[in-house]
């Protein structure tokens, strides 16, 4: 009855996504045509057409697959109570979710300027708004609610910037996990202010 989900080497539509975002991250995706993906790939241009029309539409297609796990934490986000508990796992599966999309996360890093033209851009900022509204109390005053944003933005200024230290790229992202989940436990609690 149901088709089982291909390897992802076996994949045409995957594969088109793979080579394009490592493309674009090598070159920029400003630099990058389709004719040079498609030559990457050794299929003709009217092969990849039948699959995207557009450079962006092959960027949009990744940005959709590997999101979808942050989808799914904001649906299960709106759901729950506002404990801390919530607030944490929140973080805890955001943190896995960044993990999954790392590729697309460096590509739209190096490539700042070209994401907030694309559609994607738009996107990204409702997805971190959304997300900053998990894990803040709505009434949080001023400070609370930048608590709540440097957190997520922790997490991704972890991925980024400690790209190039040393260590074990999974501690490096436990120890952003660890820095926010302080900064959302001060914002809901105020009193548990560091010494």
């Not at 991250?25 to 030559?39: D, M, V």
């Amino acid at each position: 009855m149901g088709s089982t989900p291909q390897p992802r080497r076996g994949n045409t539509r995957q594969r088109i996504q793979d080579v394009a975002l490592d493309l674009f991250a090598e070159q920029g995706y400003e630099k990058t045509s389709l004719r040079e993906i498609a030559e990457h790939l050794q299929v003709t241009k009217a092969a990849l057409y039948y699959h995207f029309k557009t450079k962006e539409d092959i960027l949009v297609s990744i940005f959709e697959d590997l999101n979808r796990p942050v989808e799914a934490l904001l649906e299960w986000g709106e759901g729950q109570p506002r404990t801390l508990e919530t607030k944490v796992e929140i973080l805890v599966r955001y943190s896995k979710a960044l993990r999954a999309a790392e590729p697309l996360f460096v590509f739209m890093q190096e490539n700042q300027a070209t994401v907030r033209e694309l559609s994607i851009g738009h996107t990204i900022k409702h997805r971190v708004i959304a997300l900053v509204d998990l894990i803040k109390d709505p009434d949080a005053p001023l400070t609370d609610q930048v608590r709540c944003f440097s957190a997520l933005f922790t997490m991704h200024a972890g991925m980024m910037a400690l790209r190039d230290a040393e260590g074990d790229p999974e501690e490096k992202r436990k120890a952003a996990l660890e820095v926010a989940i302080e900064l959302v436990t001060r914002a809901h609690d105020p009193g548990t202010a560091a010494a």
